[in-house]
Structures are given as structure tokens and as C-alpha cells.
């Protein structure tokens, strides 16, 4: 009985030794619940070790596969070739397209008469500063035709001169009526302008043309330039004279070659981009004519006048005896060189030019016109 009683204490405290360790066991966990795997876990990445040279290796996904950076639609799109340089000549039948472009701009240009008439006279200004420098540097090159070489001399007063004149032209912008009587007849006969409007651009060319050159003969005699004893005078007296006795189908046919190789130039200058090409375009021609004595209707509303005043100007210092050429008058000028030389630059650049290409490359000749590059 006795032992009975003793075991039954000791049995309890084994029992409650038990229940406390599994109590204190289970105490960490007690009312806890056990972490359900998320999305987030399943996605988890896991980054190997980096590599030697220190760059990380691309991640390996766990889970869902993850697009790769190299994928199309994620690549930059490729850059496009910038488009090829245009050429720095355009071939013949380019370049008679684009001289009809601007004839056409140009005639255009009818519809604003005070803006044309201010391009022409500043055309006129530089063809005649180009003419003022001509007879400057020809004049000084006497000795060249005392020495049996003239042509050598108007070669030299061709190149320094009048080229020049026609750079300005091109290169700052102006409208000079003879280039346009070839410009302005090809868009007429392709149909891209009308021809009344192309008379009227002519008409108000021709005008602002005169003025111009007036304007720079005035301002030479201003300045002195025409005095007596100047560069100038006495080569400006005596081309006056010379220009106002040809017979009239001598200056008409001068006109016409005279012209037709302006024209010429002012076409090479439209099939070229550069300014380098434009001033070789401008050189050959009109240094050509100018050596070979063609006449060119712009150049002389300078060159006569500016003889006359030199003629006047010589007169008055000598008392009213003359010198530094044969005097000259305005009708001598008009009816002996201005009115035949300007119907025969018509010829040259309407005909010789504008004409024969059309029938070469355009609407004349049938062929569809190319395009102006």
C-alpha cells in the first residue's frame, strides 16, 4: 500500500516532466501558422557567383521564364542609310529640267513686279560693276594690241570682267534678261509658264536691268572714274564709239553669239551645286565672248553710256574741244547698237538655247522631261 503510493508521485512527475519539455518544444511555434510558398518565392531569381573579370552572369529564372533581352522586339531599331549625295553634275537632260524650273520660278515672278524689278536692277548693277572693272583692266593692257596681240588684250578684259559680273548674279541673287529670255522660253514651251506672263517677266527684267546699269554709270562719274586721265575714260569713249558704228546686222549677229554663250553659262551654273562650279560655268562662256567682240545688250546700257559721259566729261575739261573718243548720242546708241543687239540676245537665248533643247530633251523633241535631279 505504502509502495503503491510512493510510485504514484513519482509517475505524475515523470508525466509532468514530459509534458514539459514537449511544452517548451512546442513553445516557439505555438500559435503560429506555417508560411504558405507565395508567387513571389515561386519567381524568386537566383545569381550565381560572379565571374572572374567582376561581371555578374545573367540571371537563371525560377519558375516562369523571363523574356530574353535579345529579343526582336525589344532590339533598336536599325538606323536608315542617309540618302546618297546628289551629283555634282547633272547629266544634260537633268539639267534642262532643272533651267525649267527656273524659268518658271521666275516667270512667277511677274505676279510681284516691285520685287522683280528690284532683282533686275540689281542685276543691272552687277553686270555693270563686272563691264566698269572690264574696261579698268582692259584699258590698261594697250600695249598688248600695240604689240600685234588684241585678241590677248579682250581676253584679259573678258576674264576679270564681265564674269564677274554674272558670279555676282548667280551667287546673290538677281534677274538678268537675258539669261531669263532662255530660262523663261524653255518653262514656256514645257508648259510651265504662260507666255504672256513670260513677256511681262521679260519687259520688267529689261527695265530694271537699264536702271541698274545707269545707276553704276552715274556712280562711277561720281566717283571720279570717268574723269579724264581715269582707267576708265578713254577705254569707255572709245568702246562707245566702236559699239555704235557697227552695221546693224554686224551688232545683231554679235548679239546673238553673244547670248547664246550667256546662256550657255547660266545653264551649266543650273547643273551645278557649288559655288566653285558656278564661277567656272560663269568664266569660259563669257570671257569667250567677250575676247571674240559678241555684243551683250545689258553690258552696254553701261559700257556706251559710260562712254558718253567720259566723252562729255573730256569735252568740258578742254574747253569744249574734245578728247578720249568720238562723242555719241542717244539715238546713235539706240537705233546703231542697243535695239538690233537685244533682238539678236532674244535669238541667241530663245533659239540657240532654250529652243534646241527642248527639242533635245523635252516637249518639242517629244521626249518627257527628266527630272532636275
Not at 51 to 65: F, I, K, Q, T
Not at 176 to 190: D, F, I, K, R
Not at 210 to 219: D, Q
Not at 352 to 368: K, Q, R, T, W
Request: charged share 5%; aromatic share 4%; glycine share 12%.
Amino acid at each position: 500500500m505504502m509502495l503503491q503510493q510512493s510510485a504514484r508521485p513519482a509517475a505524475a512527475a515523470r508525466q509532468r516532466h514530459g509534458h514539459g519539455a514537449a511544452a517548451v518544444n512546442a513553445a516557439p511555434w505555438r500559435g503560429r501558422r506555417s508560411p504558405a510558398p507565395s508567387c513571389a518565392a515561386a519567381l524568386t531569381t537566383v545569381a550565381p557567383p560572379a565571374h572572374s573579370d567582376g561581371d555578374a552572369a545573367a540571371p537563371a529564372a525560377v519558375g516562369l521564364p523571363v523574356p530574353a533581352l535579345t529579343s526582336p522586339a525589344l532590339a533598336p531599331a536599325a538606323a536608315a542609310p542617309p540618302p546618297p549625295p546628289p551629283p555634282a553634275l547633272l547629266p544634260p537632260p537633268a539639267a534642262y529640267a532643272a533651267a525649267v524650273d527656273a524659268g518658271a520660278a521666275k516667270a512667277a515672278l511677274a505676279a510681284h513686279a516691285p520685287r522683280l524689278l528690284l532683282l533686275s536692277a540689281m542685276a543691272g548693277a552687277y553686270i555693270g560693276a563686272g563691264a566698269l572693272l572690264s574696261l579698268t583692266v582692259g584699258g590698261g593692257c594697250g600695249g598688248l594690241a600695240a604689240a600685234g596681240a588684241p585678241g590677248l588684250q579682250k581676253l584679259v578684259a573678258g576674264v576679270v570682267g564681265l564674269p564677274t559680273g554674272l558670279i555676282l548674279v548667280l551667287a546673290c541673287g538677281g534677274e538678268l534678261v537675258t539669261g531669263n529670255l532662255a530660262l523663261c522660253t524653255a518653262a514656256a514651251l514645257e508648259g510651265r509658264a504662260r507666255w504672256a506672263q513670260v513677256a511681262k517677266a521679260w519687259a520688267i527684267a529689261y527695265a530694271g536691268n537699264v536702271l541698274g546699269a545707269l545707276a553704276v554709270v552715274a556712280v562711277a562719274a561720281g566717283a571720279g572714274l570717268l574723269d579724264p586721265g581715269a582707267a576708265a575714260a578713254a577705254p569707255a569713249a572709245a568702246a562707245a564709239s566702236a559699239k555704235c558704228s557697227l552695221p546693224a546686222a554686224h551688232a545683231f549677229f554679235r548679239g546673238v553669239l553673244a547670248n547664246w554663250l550667256v546662256c550657255l553659262a547660266v545653264w551649266m551654273a543650273a547643273a551645278v551645286r557649288d559655288l566653285p562650279g558656278k564661277c567656272l560655268a560663269a568664266l569660259l562662256p563669257v570671257s569667250a565672248f567677250v575676247a571674240m567682240g559678241a555684243e551683250h545688250s545689258v553690258a552696254n546700257v553701261f559700257i556706251v553710256p559710260a562712254g558718253m559721259a567720259a566723252s562729255s566729261l573730256a569735252a568740258a575739261a578742254t574747253g569744249g574741244g574734245g578728247g578720249g573718243g568720238s562723242a555719241v548720242g542717244v539715238a546713235d546708241f539706240l537705233l546703231g547698237n542697243l535695239i538690233p543687239v537685244t533682238l539678236g540676245n532674244a535669238v541667241g537665248g530663245a533659239v540657240c538655247v532654250a529652243l534646241a533643247y527642248s527639242a533635245a530633251f523635252g516637249a518639242v523633241g517629244g521626249a518627257p522631261l527628266a527630272r532636275a535631279g
